[in-house]
C-alpha cells in the first residue's frame, strides 16, 4: 500500500462452485481498487457489506479477515468479519484474533470495529480459512481449533511453519479427501 503497509485478506464465500468463485472474484478486485483510497477499515468493510447486501441472494455471506501491517512500527490493525480466529504467534505464546463484527452479507449495516495488536520481530501471523480446522478424518472427526493451535505452538520450533501446519492436517485426515477448500498464509514479522 502507499506508505509502505501490507494489506492482509483472508476471506471464504458461504456456498461452493462458479457463484461462490465469482463472488470472491469480485470482492477481490474491489478490495484492491479501495484499499489505496480508503484505510479506515471498519468503514470499508462495512462498505462492502452493504454492496454484498444489495446485489447477492439472501443466503449468500463470506467471512473475511483484512488487516493492515505497518512493518516499520509493528503494528497490525484488522477487522475480522466473521472469520475463524486468526492468530499471533511470539514470545507470550499464541495470541488470537476474533472476530469484531458479523460475516459479511449476513444481516447487513450492524458495523465492525477494528483492533491493533502490537508485533515485535520474529512474530509469526497465521491465516487460514474453515476448511483446516474442518478437515476430517476417516472417522468423521474435524480437525478442530484444539489440535489446529497445537499445530501452530509445534510450529515455532520448525523451519517452515506453513509446510509444518500443513504436514500435520494432511496426517490428521489419513486417506479422507478434503470436502472444503483451505487457505493457509503465515507472515513473518521483522
Do not use: W
Amino acid at each position: 500500500l502507499p506508505g509502505g503497509s501490507i494489506a492482509l485478506i483472508v476471506g471464504d464465500v458461504s456456498g461452493k462452485g462458479v457463484g461462490a468463485a465469482l463472488l470472491m472474484a469480485n470482492i477481490q478486485a474491489t478490495l484492491r481498487a479501495r484499499l489505496p483510497l480508503e484505510l479506515d477499515l471498519p468503514a470499508l468493510v462495512d462498505a462492502v457489506d452493504r454492496d454484498v447486501a444489495e446485489n447477492t441472494p439472501n443466503e449468500v455471506y463470506l467471512t473475511l479477515f483484512i488487516a493492515i501491517l505497518d512493518p516499520v512500527r509493528g503494528l497490525l490493525r484488522y477487522v475480522n468479519a466473521g472469520h475463524n480466529p486468526q492468530f499471533v504467534l511470539g514470545a507470550a505464546g499464541l495470541h488470537k484474533m476474533p472476530a469484531t463484527g458479523l460475516p459479511v452479507g449476513l444481516l447487513s449495516g450492524r458495523g465492525y470495529s477494528e483492533q491493533t495488536v502490537q508485533l515485535a520481530a520474529g512474530d509469526m501471523l497465521f491465516l487460514y480459512t474453515d476448511g483446516c480446522v474442518e478437515a476430517e478424518n476417516d472417522r468423521g472427526d474435524f480437525l478442530g481449533m484444539e489440535r489446529l493451535e497445537q499445530l501452530l505452538t509445534a510450529s515455532e520450533k520448525s523451519r517452515d511453519p506453513l509446510r509444518h501446519v500443513e504436514a500435520g492436517i494432511a496426517e490428521f485426515r489419513g486417506k479422507s479427501e478434503p470436502s472444503d477448500d483451505s487457505t493457509l498464509m503465515t507472515v513473518r514479522v521483522g
